[in-house]
Antibody
Framework: EMQLVESGGGLVQPGGSLRLSCAAS????????MNWVRQAPGKGLEWVSY???????YYADSVKGRFTISRDNAKNSLYLQMNSLRAEDTAVYYC???????????????WGQGTVVTVSS | DIVMTQTPLSLSVTPGQPASISCKST???????????LYWFLQRPGQSPQLLIY???NRFSGVPDRFSGSGSGTDFTLKISRVEAEDVGVYYC????????FGQGTKVEIK
């Protein structure tokens, strides 16, 4: 069964750091582009970051310079290093896969269950 | 940056009746490769989002045929031909021609 499982969320003080992980299984992880998407409490979805299979990387302006996305294809894992955290970073963080393996490009075709990050003193 | 605007922001529908959600982008979503990078998602209460429609009008695996997507350029529409109870949730349009941007979401409830 194909799945994505996030971990690493928790409570952190403003200015602190946290590292999120996303474990992939059931598919050839190294062949897929990956994203982080977040959802603040009671709010809509916000794209955070993208990494291609060959490590091209992009960030939303709201996290640029503070967050770092990375992947370890040998471990079938995606990561998000979050530094200088702010209250407004409080959200559920999802990892989501892009599938361009066929003719069509299927953005966010698979999602994890999410991990909760709370930034508060 | 591309901004995605959805209307309406909420919708109350009688079961069996149709529903329609509009999504407009501030820039064309047509790529030089000829594809249009517009997607629709449903987030049911308490669940992760799920892909419904990719590249404007293609239903994702397992999505019922009562869901359809249409549009071109900057104007797009998601239609549900006959709303069912399981269709309750928040619907989002997303563009991926330039990074990724979500619409604000449209909350669909049953009357």
């Amino acid at each position: 069964e194909m799945q994505l499982v996030e971990s690493g969320g928790g409570l952190v003080q403003p200015g602190g750091s946290l590292r999120l992980s996303c474990a992939a299984s059931g598919f050839t992880f190294r062949s897929f582009e990956m994203n982080w998407v977040r959802q603040a409490p009671g709010k809509g979805l916000e794209w955070v970051s993208y990494i291609s299979f060959d490590n091209s990387i992009y960030y939303a302006d709201s996290v640029k310079g503070r967050f770092t996305i990375s992947r370890d294809n040998a471990k079938n894992s995606l990561y998000l290093q979050m530094n200088s955290l702010r209250a407004e970073d409080t959200a559920v963080y999802y990892c989501a896969r892009d599938d361009r393996s066929g003719y069509y490009y299927k953005t966010f075709d698979m999602w994890g269950q999410g991990t909760v990050v709370t930034v508060s003193s | 940056d591309i901004v995605m605007t959805q209307t309406p922001l909420s919708l109350s529908v009688t079961p069996g009746q149709p529903a329609s959600i509009s999504c407009k982008s501030t820039q064309s979503l047509v790529h030089s490769d000829g594809k249009t990078y517009l997607y629709w998602f449903l987030q049911r209460p308490g669940q992760s989002p799920q892909l419904l429609i990719y590249e404007v009008s293609n239903r994702f695996s397992g999505v019922p045929d009562r869901f359809s997507g249409s549009g071109s350029g900057t104007d797009f529409t998601l239609k549900i031909s006959r709303v069912e109870a399981e269709d309750v949730g928040v619907y989002y349009c997303v563009q991926s021609i330039q990074l990724r941007t979500f619409g604000q979401g449209t909350k669909v409830e049953i009357k």
